[in-house]
């Protein structure tokens, strides 16, 4: 298919086609002109894969960012403007088939329908608005403190290198998210790590890592043949939820008293509480999710932050210029400041286009569509590559430049079009936590690299550096 939108036909297909053709005339008219749909190719004559019973075509899934489609952004805002209330993306199987053998019931990551709405509107009212996350400014900024004295008490004296920098990383971005759910802090960038903060961090590594392979196979097939991911993957799972779950359950403990008491209490899971519209269940997997899904996320974006970072001493130092130039050193800046750092701003829109830890966003249609000519039915699989359009020199003139220049307004610039920039998703399922903090480690260190070698990105579930990025910190006087 000429274009980056890919249809994945399944073996329930057949099905499908039959019960198309039980769906009224009409309901096409609903989605798209009818001239639109008349001169549609049919989506039987969409050129891809072979495709296999009970797979279909999910073994090209990683294959996918190697291949040399062509993008269309407008084709993925089509896709996008039929999302409808309820937006449904490809469901990662084995995520939902533990789950639902668990006693845990689905989060938002998961479910699907009314169901996910009415969590989704519950956790954007305490954690999407900008507000809010302004208000966790100083707390992030604490974190970057800690963070940056640990990489001064790693780091090689004569070479001012780091080793383990992603996992350092893990731990910052564990901690950040640690003050927006339970404000409160994990001591994951401390001396002595508690064991358990330990087991978290390798669970989510596993799962992602584990995910890799069950992600083809049915549970049980999966049970029978890969028995070592498979335990793997249950297993992080187990740990992401008992973490997750004790730290819920000390926290409501202490909401509890402090209510008792007489005191007045904030924080995420109060409000979560206090609007009774989440169960208890929920809760625990909500906020499991989402601790889960901070981790691995941010802490590859920040690696690639480092990498370009250390190889652009121009962009470093205009970086270092605007920050500065608003807040003082040592100070983490709230999201008033931050608006006024466009260069900061652009940088980091150019490292997501580069580098999408999500390389592909997915949707099941929720209607009859045209994509790229061809007529796509409702509950068909599609995956937009969102790497593939970040790097299309059809959108982005030099794609493979670090530009943070595209994104700023006046300098001559043709405007990107909207729906070739989409590494936190679209709509109302987009991602639920876009927060950002890495400019103070600009404030204290100049970042180099250490040698020329490129560093490629390879998906093992998420999209991260094929080798952990291995810079200097060199101290700023
Ligand atoms: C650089 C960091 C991150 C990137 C690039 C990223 C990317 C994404 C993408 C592409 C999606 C799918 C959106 C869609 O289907 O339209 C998503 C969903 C999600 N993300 Fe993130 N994410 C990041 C960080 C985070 C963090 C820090 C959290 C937790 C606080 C988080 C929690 C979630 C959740 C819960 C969803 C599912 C939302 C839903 O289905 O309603 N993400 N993310």
Known sequence: MACC????????????????????????VTAATTDEFRDAKPFTSIPGPVCFPLIGSLYTVPQLIKEKNAN?????????????KYPRRIIIQSWQDWRDESPYARGIFIEDGSAWKRMRVLLDKQILRPQIVSGFAEQFGQVTVDFIQRLRKLRDENKNTVNNLDLELFYWSLES?????????????????DPEIESFIEAVHNLFLSTNYVFYLPRKLNHLFLSKWQKMHDNAWFVIFREGRKRIDKKCMEI????????????????????GNMSQNELYSNISELM?????????????????????????????????????RGTAPNAEQVQKMPYLKAFIKEVLRLYPVASVETRVTNEDMVLCGYHVPKDIRVIAATYLLGRNPEYYPDPLEVKPERWIRNTGNKKVHSFAWLP?????RMCIGQYKGFNMLLQEFTIKAVDDKVNSPVTRALLIPERPVFVQFVDRC
């Not at 269309?72 to 409808?84: F, I, N």
């Not at 402090?258 to 899971?269: F, K």
């Open 5 to 28: 939108v890919k249809a994945v036909k399944t073996c329930v297909q057949p099905m499908r086609s039959k019960l198309l053709q039980m769906v009224p005339q009409m309901c096409y």
């Open 72 to 84: 269309d952004a407008k084709a993925v805002e089509t896709l996008h403007r039929y999302d409808g």
């Open 177 to 193: 998210i640690g003050t927006v759910l339970y404000e409160t802090r994990f001591g994951g960038l401390s001396e002595d790590r």
């Open 256 to 275: 509890e008293k402090e209510l008792s008491e007489g005191r007045e209490v904030s924080g995420l899971l109060s409000k979560l509480i206090a609007s």
């Open 292 to 328: 889960a899904a901070a981790v691995d996320t941010t802490s590859n974006t920040m690696q690639w932050v480092i990498y370009e970072l250390s190889r652009r001493s121009d962009i470093q130092s205009t970086l270092r210029d605007e920050v500065l130039s608003v807040v003082s």
């Open 424 to 428: 936190f998703g679209y709509g109302t």
